[in-house]
């Protein structure tokens, strides 16, 4: 037998009467901080701060004390030298693909003095992994369990709703997206927990095109420091407007719902640590195997001479409507397989600061990645090609506005 | 089952020792996992689903543990219930006590609701319910060996049965 | 949730109180806007014999003054009435934000003082690592001592 919506309450009240009683309860001290923490007028420079220290623990840690501190120097001082003279065949083709290009493209071989120039699988595919994404992912899912445990993400979501509402999504939207900064996989999965489909097709379409994952926002942040906030406002003006206009253009309905705020809890070390440790098992496992797959098939594609001949065929697109150099042809073909790895093969492209801008938010927003469309393909075909659609009409308005924008800036042309 | 962020997660990896992700937000969980408990020597299969609030799923997350839930007919549902919001938490173990399954409660943060000075009749609650009702703080394990040992001998219910044991519906 | 339940500080620690958290303010303010004045004008700034730094960047001294100075506001709307769990929660989240930023400081500086440099040997060497620790300061390690006294009101509430 089944009761009613309201005789299942009666009955609820019924028992909890008999069974409950409520003491007196004292607002905390901690309930009175969680409250500080949702109101606009104070929350907001709470999360200034806490964005703040997130990225300056992520910059201290990943970028002076491990990359530059330590990796770039064992292997652009050791690793790289080591191996340019252990490896037979200098010149010979695996040579190129496994150590060093020397200088992709050019008519004379020449050995190159930095793990980034190199283009080799075991030069510039394990120091992008090892030396610069591995640091940079450990700190910032250490941030991001610290976060998660603390439970200040349902917190930002109140303070972040009636903003995201204007995108016509819930304020829980930030939770999917700030797990995409760690990196897009999980964060597709948690759009599960949005209620209607547009909802949830909004926010799989805006995170895989504008939240670049945590690897390649360690790279972007070894090899383009200075331009970090550019590009950053770039993908959060992107991510607003396309919100937005796909929320005023797919049918559906965005309802709302409350948000269950649980209280502050002191994160356990124990499960931490074994957040951390599966995560960085899985980038062993994953996303290694793909960086270096990634190096080898273009520089297979480069000897080949098929990188060349797409520069010039997409030339004028390249050129003409974004603004960046042909060469950018190849770190797109690899961004399909590991955005970070692309990141690090534009950095050895010779161009402006505008083109290097715009060419690292295309490389961010023009296609997930393997691992993230798998993911999308998981949660049905239909939205993933949808996704797709809105994916290359998005690079090509964004990619032109931005070139655009630098011309009515003068810093492009 | 049982609501989002009430603790189900740190049940399972608890009892089967897997390492489902535990985070302090709603929605961690968002598909199944399985695995396999010890209970008297005998290999139990145990699942760990995405929290609902009812068993009318609002959305893509909460499907997947009602559905979990209708496919599997022959099964034990441990329910865990948040002890300090003790009242929302009966309304999902109610519908699924009446939709015929053994349930067990575990009164789960029992040390929030403790410090809130919330205070719960365990014994009386397992009286008017007639199914178990185990007092649990899942983070630090006290009383999931009392909850575990009272699995086996969990019946279904009959829900006209709770509402004469809590005195009528009026 | 009533308030008059609630446990007040004594009067005479809660005066004494509400005085140091309001001047407290009132400096860390000062520090919040000099940041931001330093990192609009440009050039870096040193005072006197180099105890307090100020960063020119936009992250440190413009992010990071922003935060300062709203820890110091923080400290100025809680100090009135601070016997008030919620006035005193505001005096408590100043105190959090300067422990972010300092902390964020003070790990910066010592991520610097670990590694060798890039011409140099594996580490450092234990003078360069010394002196990575010298004072000037960014204002946020100078407020953080001050910002601990909170620490005191915190478990003496009760
Ligand atoms: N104080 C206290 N905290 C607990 C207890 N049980 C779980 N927690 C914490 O509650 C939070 C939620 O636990 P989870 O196991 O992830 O919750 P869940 O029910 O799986 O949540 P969803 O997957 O979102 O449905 C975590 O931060 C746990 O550490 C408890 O008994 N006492
Ligand atoms: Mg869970």
Redesign the pocket.
């Known amino acids: 037998m089944t009761l009613s919506l309201e005789e299942r309450w009666t009955l609820i009240d019924k028992i909890s009467r008999e069974t409950v009683t409520f003491g007196k309860y004292e607002h905390t001290l901690k309930d009175a901080i969680g409250e500080l923490t949702v109101k606009p007028l104070t929350g907001i420079p709470v999360a200034i701060a806490i964005m703040y220290g997130f990225w300056s623990a992520f910059g201290s840690f990943a970028g002076t004390l491990m990359t530059d501190g330590f990796f770039v120097k064992l292997f652009d001082g050791y690793w790289l030298p080591w191996l340019q003279g252990a490896f037979p065949g200098q010149g010979s083709w695996l040579y190129s693909i496994m150590v060093d290009a020397g200088g992709l493209g050019g008519s004379e071989f020449v050995l190159s003095d930095t793990c980034f120039e190199a283009f080799g699988v075991l030069t510039s595919g394990i120091f992008v992994a090892i030396g610069v994404v591995l640091p940079a992912i450990s700190i910032f899912y250490l941030m991001l369990a610290l976060l998660e ?1 603390v ?1 200040y993400m349902p917190r930002l979501a109140v303070l972040l709703d009636t903003v995201l509402h204007r995108v016509g999504l819930h304020g829980y939207a930030i939770v999917p997206t700030i797990l995409s900064l760690g990196c897009n996989v999980p964060g597709v999965a948690a759009t599960r927990i949005l209620e209607t489909k547009k909802q949830r097709f909004i926010m799989m379409t805006l995170l895989a095109i504008f939240i670049p994952c945590g690897a390649q926002i360690g790279i972007m942040d070894k090899v383009v420091p200075a331009l970090m906030g550019w590009i950053l406002l770039y993908l959060i003006i992107g991510y607003f407007i396309f919100g937005y206009i796909l929320n005023k253009v797919v049918p559906g309905k965005a309802p709302e719902f409350l948000i269950d705020v ?1 209280p502050y ?1 002191k994160p ?1 070390m124990r ?1 931490i640590t074994k957040k951390i440790w599966g995560r960085i098992t899985g980038f062993f496992k994953v996303a290694l195997p793909f960086v270096m797959l990634g190096c080898a098939i273009v520089n297979v594609l480069y000897l080949l001479g098929v990188i060349q001949w797409l520069g010039d065929v997409l030339a004028p697109i390249f050129v003409g409507w974004f603004g960046v150099p042909k060469e950018t042809a190849g770190p797109l073909v690899a961004a399909f397989l590991r955005k970070d790895l692309a990141v690090a093969q534009l950095s050895v492209i010779n161009m402006t600061d505008y083109q290097r801008i715009t060419a690292v938010v295309l490389v961010t927003i023009y296609f997930p990645c393997v691992a993230t469309f798998a993911m999308m393909l998981k949660e049905g075909w239909k939205e993933l090609i949808a996704a797709i659609g809105v994916l290359i009409i998005v690079v090509f308005t964004y990619g032109g506005l931005i070139h655009l924008i630098g011309i009515i800036l003068g810093v492009a042309e | 089952m ?11 990896n608890r009892l089967t020792g897997a390492n489902v ?9 968002v598909d199944y996992t399985k695995g396999w408990m010890k209970i008297e020597g005998e290999d139990v299969e145990l699942v ?1 689903v ?2 609902t609030f009812s068993l009318d799923p609002k959305d893509k997350a909460e499907d997947v543990a009602v559905a979990m839930l209708h496919e599997t007919r022959d099964v034990k549902v441990i329910s ?1 219930i948040d002890a300090s919001k003790i009242e929302r938490g009966l309304y999902l173990a109610l519908e699924i006590i009446e939709e015929g399954y053994p349930v067990v409660i575990a009164l ?5 609701a403790w410090d809130k000075n919330i205070r719960i009749d365990a014994r009386k609650l397992e009286q008017i319910l007639g199914v178990p009702v185990v007092p ?5 394990g006290e009383g999931i060996k009392e909850l575990v040992s009272r699995l086996k001998d969990i019946q279904p219910v009959e829900v006209d049965d709770i509402i004469a044991n809590a005195g009528g519906l009026t | 949730m009533t308030v008059q339940s609630q446990s007040q500080l004594q009067s005479e620690s809660s005066s004494t109180a509400a005085i140091y958290f309001a001047i407290l303010g009132i400096v860390t303010t000062a520090f919040g806007l000099a940041d931001l004045l330093v990192t609009a004008g440009g050039a870096e700034f040193v005072y006197g014999t180099a105890i307090l730094e100020i960063p020119n960047d936009i992250f440190r001294g413009g992010w990071g003054g922003l935060v300062v100075l709203s820890a110091g506001l923080f400290y100025l709307s809680g100090a009135k009435n601070i016997g008030e769990i919620h006035q005193f929660a505001k005096v408590a989240m100043g105190s959090i934000l300067i422990w972010i930023m300092a902390g964020s400081d003070i790990f910066a500086m010592i991520t610097e003082s670990i590694p060798g440099g890039e011409d140099g040997s594996w580490f450092n060497t234990l003078d360069g690592f010394l002196a990575m620790y010298a004072p000037p300061y960014a204002p946020a390690v100078l407020l953080l001592p001050f910002s601990l006294v909170v620490l005191y009101y915190i478990y003496h509430r009760d």
């Open positions: 445990d439970g649980p809890r356990l499960n | 049982g609501h989002p962020n009430v603790g189900k997660s740190v049940f399972f992700t535990e985070s302090n937000y709603p929605g961690t969980t760990d995405p929290g865990v789960n943060m029992w040390d929030v649990t703080t899942a983070i630090s």
